[in-house]
């Protein structure tokens, strides 16, 4: 009877800040997080919306057009970057090259032996397939190693949990974004504005194993500068890609 009473009166105390409120209805006085406080992790899902499709009969539901499935890889390659350029800076800073150091020969990223279109003339040249099966082998390039670093930069205590985030966060964005820029390629297959003849290129899957190792061996500031590299080259291979597509819009 007295634990009674004395969860009856915490109830009372409880509710006793406005005349009817209920302690488990939210009182309308207290702020609600807006979209600017979700958590990087939930905003980074919401990127997966391309991967939305239309049940039959659902007249409500409209198909991602092309130029809808491009427009969002490329925001979401470009957050990608932005998110690189950040986890860099915070890295040099935490990390500075020693003196016997600071004469190091110019880093070698693990990626420098893919053939990919050096400047935007050459890449607005080479066919769409080729243009595209570069992108999906940069993208692949990437995966293991990013998975492999983001396991091995959380033993670095020193480092903020915010620098820890972003590393965590690249790794799943490359993920997400390589599906995404697999579902723009097959509604351009099925469009017929490219050729079926990608699926006949060597695997994308292969390429990322074999330089896996080499990555590994970096330093941590040399390996996000040539991630960062190979982001804005994806970045921008994909915007050469839609104007290509779409002469539009001008680009």
Same mark, same amino acid.
């Given at each position: 009877m007295a634990l009674a009473r004395a969860v009856g009166r915490a109830g009372e105390r409880a509710g006793s800040g406005r005349a009817g409120a209920h302690p488990d209805i939210p009182r309308p006085d207290i702020p609600r997080p807006d979209a600017a406080a979700l958590s990087a992790g939930a905003a980074a899902a919401l990127a997966l919306l391309w991967l939305l499709v239309c049940a039959p009969g659902d007249a409500g539901c409209h198909p991602l057009t092309v130029a809808d499935l491009f427009d969002r890889v490329i925001r979401h390659s470009g957050r990608i970057h932005s998110l690189?350029?950040?986890?860099?800076?915070?890295?040099?800073? +935490?990390?500075?090259?020693?003196?016997?150091?600071?004469?190091?020969?110019?880093?070698?990223?693990? %990626?420098s032996g893919m053939l990919t279109p050096n400047g935007?003339?050459?890449?607005?040249? /080479?066919?769409?397939?080729?243009? %595209? +099966?570069? /992108?999906? #082998?940069?993208?692949?390039?990437?995966?293991?190693?990013?998975? +492999?670093?983001?396991?091995? /930069?959380? +033993?670095?205590?020193?480092?903020?949990?915010?620098?820890?985030? #972003?590393?965590?966060?690249i790794s799943n964005m490359v993920h997400e974004l390589k599906t995404g820029v697999e579902k723009v390629t097959e509604k351009m297959q099925s469009m017929g504005i490219i050729s079926n003849s990608l699926n006949g290129m060597a695997s994308s899957e292969d390429t990322g194993l074999s330089i896996s190792n080499e990555a590994n061996m970096m330093s941590d500031s040399d390996f996000i500068h040539c991630f960062r590299r190979d982001s804005n080259k994806v970045q921008s291979y994909l915007k050469i890609l839609k104007c290509r597509i779409m002469p539009e819009n001008s680009c």
């Open positions: 690189s350029t950040a986890l860099y800076a915070e890295l040099e800073k +935490h990390f500075p090259p020693r003196d016997n150091e600071l004469g190091r020969p110019a880093r070698k990223c693990h %990626t935007k003339e050459y890449a607005q040249k /080479i066919p769409r397939e080729e243009l %595209t +099966h570069v /992108i999906l #082998k940069l993208l692949q390039a990437w995966k293991e190693p990013l998975s +492999h670093f983001n396991q091995h /930069i959380e +033993h670095h205590q020193e480092l903020p949990d915010d620098s820890l985030s #972003k590393a965590k966060q």
